[in-house]
DNA sequence: CCCGGTCGTCACATCCTTGTCACGGGATCT
DNA sequence: AGATCCCGTGACAAGGATGTGACGACCGGG
């Protein structure tokens, strides 16, 4: 389940945003200020950031570009909000780096259909096309999966399953996120299903000595992570 | 470091996009419509081309079909950038011959992301008329696929299909790839009409001794390497 | 015109994948 | 401890994907 940080001055812009992202799932911070907001990135780790364009004090533009300069928290997607629907805001703000953009009387539908984009995309952040964590390394060109040369042997349900999960390592997904992402938005198909192609994948993985890059997260779904 | 051009008449997304790849370290060149385009073309060879979709005057699609057909600009990569995010655009920028597509809104970092990737696929286009993977040894001028100096009978499309695989050796290509690829774009023929090839091309390979080099990659297509 | 070679399709056989179930062991909460 | 929920696991049947042999069409050269 992803984290996401609101930094907005304004508490009731804020509840609004909260309100719709709570209602999709989604564990919301929330920040008044430049300073907690950069507190909170060290405590808590957020999936993806909602910066209000003017702060108080240092501009949210600002921020952004700490954020983005600073190694730690650049892979972080950032989306702009801002009151005015300006052009020439938007693009200063994606000239900072920001990742997505929304103009402020938005509606919450937007927001989270915004929020999911850009986390859909914002991970596979360089080639995607080959991963490597834990000794594992995952080639989407190649479509092959091996563990120090050696190659291990994956049914294509579970390659694609496989590298959605690696190439999001550390985030915890629902097993209905990994319906929606592996097997499509429209397929249905028992969420237990998911159990059964993680376990076939543990198996494989197993015989190549990789245990517990899989990790269940009780009452959530499952991670790939190379952190015990 | 590689140069890219970018074809866009608005000078705001020029500046984005210049802003986002200069950055990553790449040269770029700017045209605002397509005879400025075409000038550059010839003055600059850029290694990829950023084409807007809707340009005035003639469309970026036209840009882009000419380009293709020129035997001297074929083989530059292009990304169609489109302010809709159609489907159908979609669909037609990459008939016409363009690598990958993005939609208007979009992401500094998707766009890098992108333009590594296109450049990263295309890189290997090495047209070297001598292959030799695994003993096996393809010459595109004298037509031969030959083993340890044996002589290997192919006929013209299989010869076509191997060399294509071998020139891109390690990577899996789905059957529509490989149509398009080998046979042409605008050629129809059944999918499963690959499968056919690849087994006549393996019978070949099989009477002296080469097993294995083509490998069907399950759910996907067919790979040529000579790692198991 | 006949013949060998090439090519695209089929139909059929096989093997592989995959979605579900049911069962049971653990974990969690009261 | 007991009740409940959650997850790991092995088995299975149906459906899909691929391998394979055969066939007719087409083409160019004897």
């Not at 921020?63 to 909000?81: D, E, W």
């Not at 989270?112 to 995952?138: C, F, H, M, T, Y």
């Not at 399953?161 to 097993?175: K, P, Q, V």
């Given at each position: 389940?992803?984290?996401?940080l609101?930094?907005?001055?304004?508490?009731?812009?804020?509840?609004?945003?909260?309100?719709?992202?709570?209602?999709t799932?989604?564990?919301?911070l929330?920040?008044g200020?430049?300073?907690?907001a950069r507190?909170?990135?060290q405590s808590e780790?957020?999936d993806?950031?909602?910066?209000?364009?003017?702060?108080?004090?240092?501009?949210?533009?600002?921020l952004a570009q700490?954020?983005?300069?600073?190694p730690?928290?650049?892979?972080i997607?950032?989306?702009?909000?801002s009151a005015?629907?300006?052009e020439?805001?938007?693009?200063?703000?994606?000239?900072?780096?920001?990742?997505?953009?929304?103009?402020?009387?938005?509606?919450?539908?937007?927001?989270?259909?915004r929020v999911?984009a850009v986390?859909r995309?914002?991970?596979?952040?360089?080639s995607s096309?080959?991963?490597?964590?834990?000794?594992?390394?995952i080639?989407n060109v190649?479509h092959?999966?091996?563990?120090e040369?050696?190659?291990?042997?994956?049914?294509?349900t579970?390659?694609?399953l496989?590298?959605?999960?690696?190439s999001?390592a550390e985030?915890?997904?629902?097993?209905?996120q990994l319906?929606?992402?592996?097997?499509g938005e429209q397929?249905?198909?028992?969420?237990r299903t998911?159990d059964?192609?993680?376990?076939?994948?543990?198996?494989?993985?197993?015989?190549?000595?990789?245990?517990?890059?899989?990790q269940?997260?009780?009452?959530?779904g499952?991670?790939f992570?190379?952190?015990p």
């Amino acid at each position: 389940m992803a984290t996401i940080l609101i930094v907005d001055d304004e508490p009731d812009i804020r509840e609004v945003i909260r309100f719709a992202l709570e209602g999709t799932g989604f564990r919301v911070l929330e920040a008044g200020h430049a300073d907690e907001a950069r507190k909170l990135m060290q405590s808590e780790e957020p999936d993806l950031i909602l910066l209000d364009w003017m702060l108080p004090g240092r501009s949210g533009l600002e921020l952004a570009q700490q954020l983005k300069q600073n190694p730690k928290s650049r892979g972080i997607p950032i989306i702009m909000v801002s009151a005015r629907g300006e052009e020439e805001d938007r693009i200063r703000g994606l000239e900072t780096g920001a990742d997505d953009y929304i103009a402020k009387p938005f509606s919450p539908r937007e927001m989270v259909a915004r929020v999911n984009a850009v986390l859909r995309r914002s991970k596979p952040e360089e080639s995607s096309d080959q991963i490597e964590i834990g000794g594992l390394r995952i080639d989407n060109v190649s479509h092959r999966v091996t563990a120090e040369g050696q190659r291990i042997d994956v049914a294509p349900t579970e390659f694609r399953l496989l590298h959605f999960l690696m190439s999001h390592a550390e985030r915890a997904f629902t097993r209905s996120q990994l319906l929606d992402q592996v097997w499509g938005e429209q397929i249905y198909v028992e969420e237990r299903t998911v159990d059964v192609h993680v376990r076939r994948l543990r198996k494989a993985l197993e015989e190549t000595g990789h245990d517990n890059l899989l990790q269940t997260v009780r009452g959530v779904g499952y991670r790939f992570s190379d952190k015990p």
